[in-house]
């Protein structure tokens, strides 16, 4: 390229002179990672300038990228240049040779048509079979990889069936990515046609005649074998794989946007969601090969044994080079690292063990793992520590090089079993997963296909992380962060965990980009909502393009705009309350002034965003920039869906998930200002809202679930087809296809692969007198009801609770405190009309809101208590509901605010004195959990004189005796006989027992009042 060679031969830069032929002059510096961004900078720099189109320059800097690989390769030292992200350039569907491949295309679909028709439910030619499958893959199914297609016949020629029915059947492909294995999972849900197909290859099991397997054949002589039966020439028929699926993605594009032909092509190398979150979204189970390896059969022996902790501190001993080795991995200096592992494996060269284990080290130190990017020498140690010693104590003498990848499987599920300390079984997994990183790249061992089935999700090596949550997990996350204001969470916390929580997921942005927002990011105009993403001094964007605005309007929901717009002119008067004249403010939009913080942690909003993500969905390895992924595919399948209305079905499961993906029209209208036919401006647009300068960025690590739009398109493309095709595919009677066929294809696909998973009818028998072990009888009688504190009818205290907290907050009415905890609003009302008659009682204060201010229960002998006491509260309830409450009204009456305990000042309460004592013996509470309080100097205290006999042997021995308040009345105060709760060890739990019996009571009134309303 002359114009290429111009430009170089006039930049000044490091790169240039290299590459044109010059010498470099001193000074210049030398072609390393800064020279290489700054010739990419100067390329860009030229489309900007308009003096080089944009296609040109991809060109440029694919030649650049080529050449500088070719000088690596030659031993030269020059830092690579990146190759652009642009979107691969599509053929005219014009052309002639266009024209003629779909011409040729339509012939095989008709010819596919005609032979199915032909084939009914007697004896098929499986030759001809395999061939009618295979083309109705890649004609109907838009299978359009020769890769996963010898996948697909590979699979099914084994015996495998599809990988999962939920939503509808599909099999995973786990295809090669960057050189790093088999980390590229697509996933393909085949067309009914070819889902009928493949199932009658599948072998039939149950009440169906069994058969083998069938054997995997030539594709281009089933095909062959297929069409010539069908009368097409030898010269009409595909000459080979490669041919035929080049035609039919022609065909394919001029019926589908060419962005999912791209997909489906891996010209994009879009990722599916990842079986961890497919499989919480649809509800699969994991594959039996994950259990069998993560079962007990592979379980290792206890770790605190003592002879294999005596055989792990002895190795050292047995492997003269271990200690050495793991010593030379403590400094900081790769250089003398590597020296250090190289003279200990010069020391005996022989020894195939010291070989391999050293190798490996060298192999980490060098720069090289499992990812493809160098490791810190801190992190090399801390795995090879772990995995090393383990593999040797396991191994012996074994040399690993040598084994079988089925061995070593099964070897690094058992190791990765052992250890009970998380942060320690991390470090022993990834060190695992880079040993055997290692045994492919310098042994030539195989990969393994399933990494997370061997070791775990959490050792899986994932260069694209495609985990999302769905719209109704993150509706169910941000009720767990409204539930932290019950446990008394600051609100303004919470509120700043909220408004992160949702721009991650409905704005897309970057955790850096929302905590570095400031109040003037923010723009209120009229009903609009606009977020301005921009760097500022002292806050760095990640790229260029970053910069972007976002139309929040456009992306939230109503009460999301509201919550968003009430804390910016929340911010914005703070602002203004402290602006001084002459001063510039950037005030960060995440503060909070009310707790005097100028900007928020990082680390405490992020935990309460992980807590909240993790109890929505179960899942312990989501974090907040999973949320960007959710809002990278949920934006693009919903802009998508007006063209493909069969999107939504998919997630019917998750009805906010599918009304909000229904709505795409209004999305399209509000992002693009039209709602327009199929385009690629919808990748664009989604590129743009994530801050990317190319689709093929955001397609390639954000966007997932692409190959349900291609789904929905075939299933489109499908509705043409001859219901006649379609009951022949199926083989089942003419009749019963037809009725299921009513419904839709899937119906049909569905009771076709019902019919093959069917259970054996089995003809009746004699009736055997013991048809199962006494063992597993069914047990007699009701099933064992749920404890009372457990039960529906119950409202538990923490609930009380939470009512008075919420109750003191601002700007929360009794409603909403009805709607958050769920709850009848007569129930609440009942307990912020009583609350403030019991405060006084127990001395507590009342807030503005006239709400008793309550203290929190932290330690574990208090939250114990409790617990147990609601427990026993329940219970009484329910069996004597009218002690219960006249206990806790006494216990809330003679309460003493000075020393915490329950006082009967003299005779005139005996009575009461013994409904108390009958109360607390019906509650269950032991004479170790309760004490008697004397107010008395007489070192012999014993209970006043006027209990009578039979209450004193009811009341406990231990006896805390304190001094009189006053010694002028210290007669008065020695006929006081004071009751106290205490711990099993004797400390008091006044207080608190006194503010579980308020609770108690607020909860019975409550209940009591709307007996048939007290729970949602």
């Not at 030398?30 to 030229?46: K, N, Q, W």
């Not at 020498?377 to 593999?391: D, G, N, Q």
């Not at 609100?491 to 955790?511: E, T, Y």
């Amino acid at each position: 390229m002359p114009g290429l060679k111009r430009f170089l031969a006039q930049l000044e830069n490091p790169h240039a002179s290299l590459l044109s032929g010059r010498e470099l002059q001193d000074g210049t510096g030398a072609a390393d990672f800064a020279s290489a961004r700054t010739l990419e900078a100067h390329i860009v720099g030229r489309i900007r300038s308009q003096d080089l189109q944009s296609a040109e320059a991809a060109d440029w800097l694919r030649i650049l990228h080529l050449v500088i690989r070719h000088l690596q390769a030659e031993g030269v030292s020059v830092a690579e240049t990146r190759l652009p992200a642009t979107l691969p350039s599509t053929p005219s569907p014009f052309s002639e040779p266009s024209i003629a491949a779909a011409a040729r295309t339509a012939g095989w679909r008709e010819a596919l048509h005609r032979g199915i028709e032909s084939v009914r439910s007697g004896t098929v030619d499986p030759l001809q079979l395999w061939g009618a499958t295979i083309l109705s893959a890649v004609l109907h199914g838009a299978l359009l990889d020769s890769v996963k297609l010898s996948r697909l016949i590979e699979h099914i020629s084994q015996g495998g069936r599809f990988h999962g029915t939920v939503p509808r059947c599909y099999l995973e492909f786990d295809l090669p990515h960057q050189g790093l294995g088999n980390l590229h999972l697509q996933r393909w849900f085949p067309d009914a046609l070819t889902a009928l197909l493949l199932i009658r290859l599948i072998p039939h099991q149950g009440g169906m005649p069994a058969s083998a397997p069938p054997l995997a054949p030539k594709p281009q002589v089933a095909i062959r074998r297929f069409l010539t039966a069908q009368g097409l020439s030898r010269e009409l028929q595909p000459t080979g794989i490669k041919d035929l699926i080049e035609s039919a993605s022609t065909w394919w594009r001029a019926h589908a946007p060419s962005l999912d032909v791209g997909v489906m092509t891996r010209a994009l190398p879009a990722h599916a969601i990842h079986r961890r979150s497919w499989q919480r979204i649809f509800g699969t189970s994991q594959s039996s090969v994950a259990a069998r390896l993560r079962s007990s059969a592979h379980a290792s022996p206890e770790y605190g044994n003592a002879d294999d902790a005596d055989l792990l501190e002895n190795l050292p001993i047995m492997h003269a080079w271990l200690e050495p080795a793991l010593a030379a991995l403590a400094t900081d200096q790769r250089p003398i690292a590597l020296e250090a592992i190289a003279a200990l494996m010069a020391r005996d060269p022989n020894d195939p063990l010291a070989s391999c284990y050293l190798g490996f080290i060298q192999f980490l130190v060098e720069g090289n793992s499992a990812a493809g990017k160098p490791l810190a020498l801190s992190t090399i140690r801390h795995r090879v520590t772990e995995s090393l010693r383990r593999l040797l104590f396991h191994l012996g003498q074994a040399d690993p090089t040598q084994m079988p990848l089925e061995d070593l499987q099964a070897l690094y599920a058992e190791i990765s079993n052992e250890c009970d300390i998380e942060s320690a079984q991390l470090a022993l997994k990834t060190g695992l997963r880079e040993f055997h990183a290692y045994l492919v790249r310098r042994h030539d061992l195989p990969y393994i296909q399933r990494l997370d089935l061997v070791l775990g999700d959490d050792a899986h090596l994932m260069p694209v992380d495609a985990n999302l949550v769905t719209i109704d997990e993150y509706w169910a996350a941000q009720s767990c962060l409204d539930q932290e204001l019950a446990r008394g969470v600051a609100p303004d916390l919470v509120r700043i965990a909220k408004l992160v929580l949702m721009m991650a997921f409905r704005l897309g942005l970057r955790a850096m980009e929302i905590f570095g927002l400031r109040v003037e990011d923010v723009h209120l105009h009229g009903r609009g909502l606009t977020v301005l993403v921009r760097d500022y001094p002292g806050h760095r964007l990640k790229t260029e393009n970053s910069k972007r605005i976002l139309p929040a309007h456009a992306l939230l929901a109503p009460g999301e705009r509201t919550m968003l717009r009430a804390w910016v002119r929340r911010r914005q008067a703070e602002e203004a309350a402290v602006a001084e004249p002459g001063v510039t403010r950037s005030a960060l939009l995440l503060a909070s002034v009310k707790t005097g913080r100028a900007s928020v942690s990082y680390e405490g909003i992020s935990d309460r965003i992980y807590a909240a993500l993790r109890r929505a969905t179960g899942d312990r390895l989501l974090f907040i920039h999973h949320l960007r992924h959710a809002f990278a595919t949920w934006t693009m399948l919903r802009l998508r869906g007006p063209d493909a209305p069969e999107i939504p079905e998919f997630f019917a499961a998750h009805p906010a998930t599918a009304r909000w993906l229904a709505n795409g029209r209004r999305a399209r209208l509000l992002l693009l200002g039209h709602v327009s036919a199929p385009s690629r401006v919808y990748a664009f647009a989604v590129a743009r809202l994530l801050g990317h300068s190319s689709p093929t960025v955001s397609m390639g690590h954000y966007i997932h679930g692409t190959e349900i739009v291609m789904t929905a398109v075939a299933d489109r493309e499908l509705r043409g087809l001859p219901n006649t095709v379609l009951i022949a595919a199926s083989g089942l009677p003419a009749s019963t296809a037809t009725r299921h066929l009513e419904s839709s294809p899937q119906e049909l696909v569905a009771r076709t692969l019902a019919r093959l998973l069917a259970p054996p009818i089995v003809e009746a028998v004699e009736p055997v007198e013991s048809i199962a072990p006494a063992s597993i009888q069914r047990p007699r009688g009701r099933p064992k009801a749920s404890p009372p504190h457990l039960a529906p009818d119950w409202l538990a205290l923490d609930k009380v609770r939470a009512v008075l907290h919420l109750a003191a907050l601002p700007d929360l009415s009794q409603a909403q405190i009805a709607e958050q905890l769920q709850m009848a609003p007569g129930v609440v009302a009942s307990i912020l009309a009583q609350a403030p008659a019991y405060a006084p009682l127990l001395g507590l204060a009342l807030t503005e809101a006239n709400v008793p201010k309550l203290p929190r229960p932290r330690l574990p002998a208090e939250l114990a208590f409790l617990s147990n006491f609601e427990a026993r509260l329940a219970t009484l309830a329910r069996k004597a509901p009218a002690l219960c409450r006249a206990g806790l009204q006494l216990h809330l009456k003679h309460f003493n605010r000075q020393k915490h305990d329950v006082v009967f000042t003299g005779p005139q309460y005996g009575g009461a004195l013994a409904s108390y004592i009958q109360f607390l013996g019906e509650l269950g509470i032991k004479e170790s959990e309760f004490q008697c309080v004397l107010r008395t100097q007489d070192g012999h205290a014993r209970p006043p004189a006027w209990v009578p006999s039979t209450l004193k042997a009811q009341l406990p021995v231990r006896i805390r005796r304190i001094g009189p308040p006053s010694l002028a009345k210290a007669s008065t105060y020695a006929k006081w006989l004071g009751i106290q709760l205490t711990e099993p060890n004797g400390n008091g739990l006044g207080h608190l027992a006194g503010i579980a019996c308020m609770l108690g009571t607020l909860a019975l009134e409550a209940t009591l009042r709307e007996p048939f309303d007290s729970h949602y």
